[in-house]
């Protein structure tokens, strides 16, 4: 299977000639498939979803997640399911047997309609129990060209060869102008029997809920109910544009409940940076309706004499219990560094079949590294903050308050957020946003923001009208078409 993707962007004539072109001529990620992703993720915003996890869904839409066939570490690692999913879909297929179509899977409890459509692009129903079907894998390569005009120049090009689930590899490369370069690449392989995987280049560590071992990508705000808690990836592959991850070798094994994952990062000296070397490792036991995990990471540099010493060394135990749709979940790390604890802890409830009500706190100290973190946070790392947070879903309506003080300020602050899809028929929606912070001992203590968005979905094309209104410092707003 081969796909050639280009996508261009700019003011310039020819820019957008080539930008209807290609639109015409070429399979892009449909705007559905944006909407699906930020429901798996519980995301409010498309314009918070960032290109490497973009990226990601695109590599699983072109190799589904096996849900007959996978083990619960294997589901897990995917990051499309939470601990008390996958416990339902083992129960499931144990008691009725593999699950057949996206309706039946819309019935296991955890799941429902809206999150099984989301699912639809990145889920096989593959069976050994239907004929005519063999799990032969198939090899795919991917090639793809995006060109930038910001004003200057940005090339981005990407090879990526699948070969089902045992195998992959990929190489990227981009430039800005004449100035900056960069690559990423890797080669992974998955075993038969103790192996889960095995990966060379960059790859992406995501374990408990972000506090000691935790690379690349990380939500921050409180939006749904399922963004107050993490899904760990284990060892992941990358075959983004972005570098954010680490570069070195890692691994991850499975020994019946146990499961067993070793990295070794290496950033080697250039530009006067000396050379660094991040070892980490994480040792999980999986139970039916939970699982408890062990990470600890380091980041160890050259010094001036030639020997290595660490600026950063973090241990962190989390434990995660799922049971009858309620979400328990919580990590203590420690930072040995800076000699500091942090910590979180939450639980996520079910309210009927269409109602969810989830509650966080959280304590990261100041000294508490940012380095590997990957926690809900409000601000930009998860350090220096102690935070209370509740939110409310029911089918599309979503309502949030986040209570979050600066240590070091001794700054007190509360966010209030309030989304709703309305769908209006026709293949219209209509999405109306209130959010209000209100920081206490600041002379710009009160923001108030309204927005709606009116869109119009129908493949492959969408269209949608944003109103915005911003009151701060001043008065603001804001108005766009976008096709």
């Known amino acids: 299977m081969n796909q050639m993707h280009f996508t261009m ?266 050379l660094s070397v991040t070892p980490g490792v994480n040792i999980g036991y999986l139970m039916k309706y939970g699982q408890f995990s062990l990470s600890a990471a380091g980041n160890f540099k050259a010094s001036d004499s030639g020997t290595m010493v660490y600026d950063m060394l973090k241990i962190g135990l989390d434990a995660r219990f799922c049971f009858k749709g309620t979400d328990l979940f919580g990590e203590v790390g420690t930072d040995l560094s800076g000699m500091s604890m942090a910590g979180l802890g939450g639980a996520v409830f079910r309210i009927g079949d269409d109602s969810k009500i989830g509650l966080l706190g959280r304590y990261y100290p100041p000294s508490y590294s940012k380095e590997l973190t990957g926690a809900v946070k409000s601000g930009t790392y998860a350090r220096d903050e102690a935070a209370l947070s509740l939110s409310f879903e029911r089918k599309a309506l979503v309502l949030s308050t986040d209570l979050y003080r600066k240590l070091t300020e001794g700054r007190d602050q509360v966010k209030f957020l309030a989304t709703h899809d309305i769908a209006l028929g026709g293949n219209w929606t209509i999405k109306p946003r209130m959010s209000v912070r209100y920081r206490r001992g600041s002379d710009l203590d009160l923001k108030t923001e309204l927005r709606t968005d009116i869109s119009w979905n129908r493949v492959p094309w969408s269209q949608t009208v944003r109103v915005d209104w911003m009151r701060y410092v001043g008065n603001g707003f804001l108005g766009y078409y976008e096709l």
């Open 9 to 274: 962007d700019g003011r310039r004539i020819s820019a957008l000639i080539i930008i209807l072109y290609l639109a015409l001529s070429a399979p892009l990620l449909e705007a559905q498939d944006l909407t699906g992703i930020m429901t798996i993720l519980g995301m409010q915003e498309e314009e918070l979803l960032p290109e490497q996890e973009v990226e990601r869904f695109e590599h699983l839409a072109r190799n589904p997640v096996e849900i007959n066939m996978y083990s619960a570490s294997r589901l897990l690692a995917s990051g499309l399911f939470s601990q008390y999913q996958v416990a339902s879909l083992l129960d499931y297929r144990s008691t009725y047997g593999d699950i057949l179509s996206i309706e039946e899977l819309s019935s296991v409890d955890g799941f429902g309609k809206p999150l099984a459509e989301a699912l639809r692009p990145y889920v096989s129903l593959y069976s050994k129990a239907l004929p005519g079907q063999t799990g032969r894998p198939v090899l795919k390569t991917e090639t793809s060209l995006r060109m930038v005009f910001r004003p200057e120049a940005t090339y981005k090009g990407k090879v990526v060869l699948d070969y089902g689930t045992r195998a992959s590899a990929a190489v990227t490369g981009s430039s800005l102008g004449d100035r900056k370069y960069g690559y990423t690449f890797h080669a992974a392989m998955s075993g038969r029997r103790h192996l889960d995987r095995l990966v060379v280049g960059d790859f992406n560590a995501r374990f408990g809920q972000g506090l000691a071992l935790w690379s690349g990508f990380s939500l921050s705000g409180i939006a749904a109910p399922s963004s107050l808690y993490r899904r760990p990836t284990g060892i992941s592959p990358s075959s983004s544009y972005s570098t954010t991850g680490l570069r070195g070798v890692a691994a991850s094994l499975s020994f019946g409940r146990v499961t067993l994952s070793a990295l070794s990062g290496m950033s080697l000296p250039v530009s006067g940076k000396p």
